[in-house]
């Protein structure tokens, strides 16, 4: 089997706040090969901006802790003297289209001015520059001349798409995708789904498409990772995700999903995510999970121990791992 | 299961503001200095008259006082030079008193160490008994033996008054230049012009007068005449004042007034000052910002213009026209003053107010049925009041400041021991060009240090007022 | 509403402002104050009339003369004759047509020929030497600092720069004008050391009166052009230390706050290098606040605490001849004290008119509507 274009391994990100230690990455271990497209899955407060944050190395003042490895085209990127990573991988290998792009453009600054920063910094020529920015901004279907506009003459989608530009003219190896469209209306949704499928193909792009919505992501991954608390609890290709979620935490997101054409009760996950600062005991979904709560055996081991990974047949290419006690 | 409700203004539960307040840095400093304030003025207000304002403007209380003195520890640092203020009453002296017919005598012995270089400007002495000056003025006789054996008398000199000064009299005059002239052959080193009662501590070698350090012991006889036994001169209406060169702990002013008394009274009348101004602008503020952000419409522009309007206007210069023109006190400028200073304040609380009104869950709250009173009370005060403290602690410095240059200019009222007065009295009676440090740096290092404490209190409290910088 | 529209009706109620103050001020000096006024008149005149009893070379009836015209003249002058409102629009139109007439003291300020609009322009120089030219040095040198601080969150450098502005903003810039003089140059010239400061003054007394009527003759001299310097040292350090971090506390702030500016994240996520960042997406945005505060903060030097300082210092600026006018005349000089008030407030209308054009430019989002 060819290496994984990245491999991250045991990751922690902790964060200090007046109330403790937020643990909001706690051991998140994973794998993206090459073309493929990685939807992260969770909630609120699972963790999955987070990691979009460790894998670009741009965090808040108040973090305490960082550490595990995350290898890139196997070199290792998380201990990189912070110069050298900004020269090489941020933004050349790895490149992040943030949550709420709204606000992530700089309000004084032309369109065009801020796309051509990074390709600047690289030497290539003012022209060169604004020509691939015209050529990007094509691509994501706004008009060439957005380039000597500002920002707030923008609607919240074609800023959308702006950032969406930048991140293909860097050509990087991956682009995490952050929420791309929670902020935006369904039609605009569809449009930058095909959009970011559309490039796919045309550049070859990896993608980690980070969301809440497990639906939104079927449409474009090629595997799927829950994740819940800070850890992930299920990863699989999309395929065995979708027809086998086997996690209790998957299976209850897979439930509470309306189907258009067949009928289906609605269930919800009872409860409420977790603190991070004090994480219940060993598996960290079993307070609101229905089998620990009908089943006796499952008590003394949920509450006490983490589950080990366990692995489940499935039909794509990837192993289908589960982080549960009820496959062990 | 249903949380219990939490109590919480401006985002966070009363217990998470207290750990959030103390456990900055600043938070834990601005505490402390805060209560060094609030204990220093209690206690000025708890040991000093409450009439200290006449007390203050009374010249005749610090009379006895050297004018223009030094605190006494200077002594510690530079050594023994200024000899300090002694009082000598009846815990210090010996005294006896016996009658013959209608006069009653009055013997008074005690000692006074001298090792300064420089001697005390003056002896007063202090009878306090007014029946003796009904007829005839009692006598006195003083013998003071010198540390080197040799004896000065001086007298007799008549008490005419309460206090009585011996230096300027003609009788020591007249005694001490003879006494200099017996003995140093330089009885014209003493002039008339000033106090003699230096001279006494002197001795002369080589045609200087040099201080004469010892123990020096004083005799001192009362004749008091007409009296009898009911109205006798008891120990305790009788006192000697050797006034010094050093005073006190904060050293004196032109007047002998006690700095140190000065500038403690200046604790609560400054803070009150301060408050009252701050006070009354987070008021108006409140007030016109609440109204014009909640009623909207023309009422906003109106007030909105008038708010305006304030910001722009030249306070200071105002203050000092009106105050000079008016005659104002202390207090008419602090109102003036808070008249002109409410505009930032109002605006601040005005773009709050619109914030909470524009906000969506008062829109559901208005479809829901709310009145306008109920939203008032449950969503705006909440949230405006806790930030009013806030506001009153960053308007108090301004206040102080403003105000103790008025005070410095010399106007609003000089009376009132504030330390903008204290000040303005150094400034007019030169002690820049004389290099009286003592009454020209504690008054202004005071007036800092208050203003710096509500500064610090302000700085701490704005990670509770400004989610954005909490949690680091 | 449109640009031209929004900033004409700036214009219009920054003139209504400056109508107002005016109003105010000539009311005050003529209006509800004309009882003081009259009994400051009769004192004045009366230790007038003293004085020349005392050289004795007047008799009792001669006295009187003088001393009811005195009375009248002064009374004339200050307008007490007229009723108030007729009084005080009469003073405002002298005051908007630039007819500032002429100082009833003009001793006071050693002007030759009293003229107020003289006066006036013989301390302008001064006060831009020190407060104007006092005030931006500390904005720049503080906002330099203050970025600093702010890019050094939470580090010992950041704290003392907090601690330290704290603590100028509390103490009153006249007082430790006056603690610099008693250490810089009484104590220096006490200890006889060889560099000692002035005891105040704008220039020693042989360029003095070449300062108040030519001030750029000054200039061609080096001597006084040092002279000038040595002057100018105490002051300017006392204006320094206190503004320096107010100045650095508030480009703090600002900075911190556009720091947590998502732009400002994804600038760093893009892999520009720091330097661009703070100059590009922290600095750019911030250029709007931190020149408007700037702008502002100049006209309003006249009107605050320099007013004292340059009394501390014996400075001939515009503050010293305001502290002169009101206090230390024997009645307020009504006409400087309103041609100056007059003056200031018409300065720092246009100045805030400028500002206000200059965010426009600065900032995008403003440009239309």
């Known amino acids: ?328 | 299961m249903a949380r219990r409700r939490e109590f919480r203004i401006l985002g966070m539960t009363p217990g998470e503001i207290v750990k959030g307040f103390f456990s900055s840095d600043v938070g834990k400093v601005a505490t402390a200095f805060f209560l060094v304030m609030v204990v220093i003025s209690i206690y000025a207000l708890v040991t000093l008259p409450p009439n200290f304002g006449k007390v203050w403007n009374n010249p005749d209380y610090w009379r006895l006082n050297p004018p223009y003195a030094l605190p006494s520890w200077v002594n510690a640092f530079i050594g023994n030079v200024y000899a300090p203020q002694v009082i000598i009453n009846n815990h210090n002296y010996v005294f006896s008193s016996s009658y013959s017919g209608d006069t009653e005598y009055i013997t008074v012995y005690f000692t006074v160490d001298y090792h300064y270089k420089k001697p005390w400007n003056e002896i007063y002495v202090i009878l306090n008994n007014p029946v003796v000056y009904t007829s005839q003025p009692p006598i006195m006789e003083i013998t003071i033996t010198r540390p080197d054996n040799s004896k000065i008398t001086i007298g007799p000199l008549p008490l005419r008054s309460k206090v009585v000064s011996i230096g300027t009299t003609t009788q020591a005059v007249s005694q001490l230049s003879q006494f200099y002239q017996e003995y140093y052959q330089a009885g014209n080193l003493i002039t008339g012009t000033s106090s003699v009662t230096p001279y006494i501590f002197y001795n002369v070698t080589n045609g200087k007068a040099m201080p004469l350090i010892g123990t020096y012991k004083f005799q001192i006889t009362i004749y008091v005449f007409s009296s009898n036994t009911s109205s006798a001169v008891t120990s305790n209406e009788l006192e000697f004042v050797f006034q010094g060169n050093a005073y006190g702990l904060m050293g004196t002013d032109f007047e002998g007034r006690d700095l140190w008394l000065g500038l403690l009274a200046g604790f609560p009348i400054d803070l009150a000052v301060g408050l009252l101004s701050a006070i009354i602008v987070v008021v108006i503020s409140v007030f016109v910002g609440i109204i014009s952000a909640f009623f909207g419409g023309v009422t906003d522009e109106f007030l909105t213009r008038i708010t305006d309007f304030v910001i722009l206007l030249p306070a200071f210069p105002l203050l000092i026209v009106f105050s000079v023109l008016f005659g104002w006190s202390i207090w008419d400028a602090v109102i003036f003053l808070a008249l002109v200073s409410w505009g930032a304040s109002a605006r601040i609380i005005r773009v709050m107010v619109m914030q909470i009104r524009t906000a969506q869950y008062i829109e559901s709250a208005i479809i829901a049925g709310a009145s306008r009173w109920w939203i008032l009370r449950n969503h705006v005060l909440p949230q405006v009041i806790p930030y009013t403290l806030y506001l009153l602690v960053t308007n108090v410095p301004a206040a102080i400041l403003t105000l103790s240059a008025i005070n410095f200019l010399g106007l609003a009222g000089s009376e009132l021991p504030t330390w903008g007065n204290i000040l303005y009295y150094a400034e007019e009676f030169g002690a820049l060009t004389s290099g009286y440090w003592w009454w020209v740096i504690p008054p202004g290092l005071l007036i800092a240090f208050v203003a710096v404490v509500f500064i610090i209190t302000a700085i701490a409290l704005e990670p509770v007022i400004n989610p954005r910088l909490r949690y680091g | 509403m449109s640009l031209s529209k929004t900033l004409t009706l700036r214009m219009a109620n920054l003139l209504i402002l400056l109508l107002v103050v005016l109003f105010m001020v000539s009311y005050a000096l003529s209006g509800p104050a004309s009882k003081i006024l009259m009994q400051e008149v009769q004192q004045e005149a009366r230790a007038i009339v003293i004085n020349m009893m005392r050289s004795g070379h007047v008799n009792a009836t001669q006295v009187q003369v003088i001393y009811n015209n005195i009375v009248n003249q002064l009374s004339k002058a200050y307008g007490l004759d007229q009723p108030p409102l007729i009084r005080t629009f009469y003073i405002m139109y002298n005051m908007l047509i630039f007819n500032w007439g002429y100082s009833y003291f003009p001793q006071e300020y050693g002007i030759a020929g009293g003229k107020v609009v003289d006066i006036i322009m013989s301390a302008f120089p001064g006060t831009i030497l020190l407060d104007t030219f006092g005030i931006l040095l500390s904005a720049f040198i503080g906002i330099e600092i203050g970025l600093k601080s702010a890019l050094r969150y939470g580090s010992q450098f950041d704290r003392t720069i907090m601690y330290y502005a704290a603590l100028s903003n509390g103490i009153p810039q006249w007082w430790l004008g006056i603690v610099m003089l008693l250490v810089f140059s009484f104590y220096l010239s006490v200890i006889r050391s060889p560099i000692q400061f002035p005891t105040g003054g704008i220039l020693s007394p042989n360029y003095y009166a070449m300062w108040l009527v030519n001030p750029i003759k000054v200039f061609t001299i080096p001597q006084a052009i040092v002279d000038l310097l040595w002057h100018l040292t105490l002051p300017l350090i006392t204006v320094l230390v206190i503004n320096i971090g107010g100045w650095a506390y508030f480009a703090r702030t600002v900075v911190l706050n556009i720091s947590q500016e998502d732009f400002v994240t994804f600038a760093k996520i893009k892999g520009l290098p720091e330097n661009q960042v703070v100059n590009r997406y922290i600095l750019r945005p911030a250029a709007p606040t931190i020149l408007t505060s700037i702008f502002i903060t100049l006209p309003f030097i006249i009107f605050g605490g320099f007013l004292v300082t340059e009394m501390v210092f014996r400075w001939w600026g515009l503050g010293y001849v305001y502290n002169i006018a009101i206090v230390q005349s024997p009645t307020p000089d009504m006409p400087v004290v309103v041609a100056l008030t007059y003056a200031s407030t018409l300065l720092y209308i246009i100045i805030v008119f400028l500002m206000e054009i200059l965010y426009i430019i600065l900032d995008p989002r403003l440009r239309e509507r």
């Open chain 1, 1 to 328: 089997m060819s290496m994984a274009l990245l491999e991250v391994r045991n990751t922690r990100l902790y964060y200090a706040t007046t109330k403790g230690v937020v643990k909001a990455l706690d051991g998140v271990s994973f794998e993206l090969n090459e073309g493929e497209t990685l939807a992260v899955v969770g909630e609120t407060g699972s963790g999955k901006s987070t990691l979009a944050k460790l894998l670009v190395r741009v965090w808040e003042r108040n973090v305490t802790l960082v550490d595990g490895e995350v290898h890139l085209e196997g070199r290792e990127v998380l201990h990189m003297p912070e110069e050298e990573f900004r020269r090489e991988i941020r933004w050349r290998k790895i490149a992040v289209v943030p949550q709420s792009s709204m606000n992530a453009l700089n309000p004084v600054i032309k369109i065009g001015d801020q796309m051509i920063e990074p390709l600047l910094l690289q030497g290539t020529s003012k022209e060169e520059a604004l020509k691939m920015a015209m050529d990007a901004l094509e691509a994501v279907g706004l008009p060439r001349d957005t380039v000597n506009r500002y920002p707030h003459q923008l609607s919240g989608g074609m800023k959308q798409r702006v950032i969406i530009a930048m991140s293909i003219m860097a050509h990087p190896r991956i682009v995490i995708l952050d929420e791309p469209t929670s902020a935006l209306d369904v039609i605009t949704q569809a449009n930058i789904m095909n959009l970011l499928k559309k490039l796919k193909w045309e550049f070859k792009l990896s993608y980690i498409f980070i969301t809440h919505d497990l639906a939104l992501a079927s449409e474009l991954a090629d595997a799927v990772a829950i994740m819940y608390a800070g850890k992930i609890v299920e990863i699989g290709g999309a395929e065995d995700i979708y027809q086998n979620p086997s996690h209790p935490y998957t299976q209850g997101l897979v439930s509470s999903v309306p189907t258009l054409r067949t009928d289906k009760t609605l269930s919800f996950i009872p409860g409420e995510v977790p603190s991070l600062i004090t994480p219940p005991p060993g598996c960290r979904f079993h307070p609101r999970c229905p089998f620990y709560r009908d089943r006796d055996y499952l008590k003394g081991l949920c509450d006490a121990k983490e589950p080990p990974n366990a692995e489940i047949e499935g039909k794509s290419l990837r192993r289908h791992l589960v982080y549960c006690w009820l496959y062990k």
